[in-house]
């Protein structure tokens, strides 16, 4: 006993229509799944500007120096010089602006702000969203 498969009108369907069928279902799914993976689309969110706060290097200088006598005190050696590029390089950058400015040209004019007023190492980043 073999098993035969019939279309909704009730005629047959032969192993040679069966692969075709088959082979159709195959390609469309490769397809769908090409599709899926199609290039990502980045939404632009705004731009953000970010730095050192102004102090924050001074206050990590006074701390290291309080870990020198510290160090002094209990008579242990000294801890390596403060190095400020490594401190600078590592230090966590905070945003100038907690909202994100839609215009470039204004994130532009907030940075150049805080270079003035102080911060380190301004940054102007642009905020995208990946859409699949």
Same mark, same amino acid.
């Given at each position: 006993?073999?098993?035969?498969? !019939?279309?909704?009108?009730?005629?047959? *369907? %032969?192993? @040679? &229509?069966?692969?075709?069928? $088959?082979?159709?279902?195959?390609?469309?799914? $490769?397809?769908? &799944?090409? %599709?899926? +993976?199609?290039? /990502?689309?980045?939404?632009?969110?705004?731009?953000? !500007? @970010?730095?050192? #706060? /102004?102090?924050?290097?001074?206050?990590?200088?006074?701390?290291?120096?309080?870990?020198?006598?510290?160090?002094? =005190?209990?008579?242990? +050696?000294? /801890?390596?010089?403060?190095?400020? %590029? #490594?401190?600078? $390089? %590592?230090? =966590? $950058?905070? #945003?100038?602006? @907690? +909202? /994100?400015?839609?215009?470039?040209?204004?994130?532009?004019?907030?940075?150049?702000?805080?270079? =003035?007023?102080?911060?380190?190492?301004?940054?102007? *980043?642009? *905020?995208?969203?990946? !859409?699949?």
């Amino acid at each position: 006993m073999s098993l035969t498969f !019939v279309n909704h009108n009730g005629d047959p *369907i %032969t192993d @040679s &229509r069966m692969a075709t069928m $088959r082979a159709q279902g195959m390609e469309l799914e $490769r397809q769908r &799944r090409l %599709t899926a +993976k199609a290039d /990502p689309v980045s939404v632009h969110k705004g731009w953000r !500007v @970010s730095g050192i #706060a /102004p102090g924050l290097l001074d206050e990590a200088k006074q701390a290291h120096e309080r870990l020198c006598q510290m160090a002094q =005190k209990a008579g242990g +050696k000294p /801890p390596e010089p403060f190095d400020e %590029t #490594a401190w600078l $390089r %590592t230090a =966590k $950058r905070t #945003a100038v602006r @907690s +909202k /994100p400015y839609i215009l470039q040209e204004a994130a532009q004019q907030c940075k150049e702000l805080a270079v =003035k007023a102080g911060w380190l190492e301004v940054q102007l *980043i642009e *905020i995208k969203k990946v !859409v699949a």
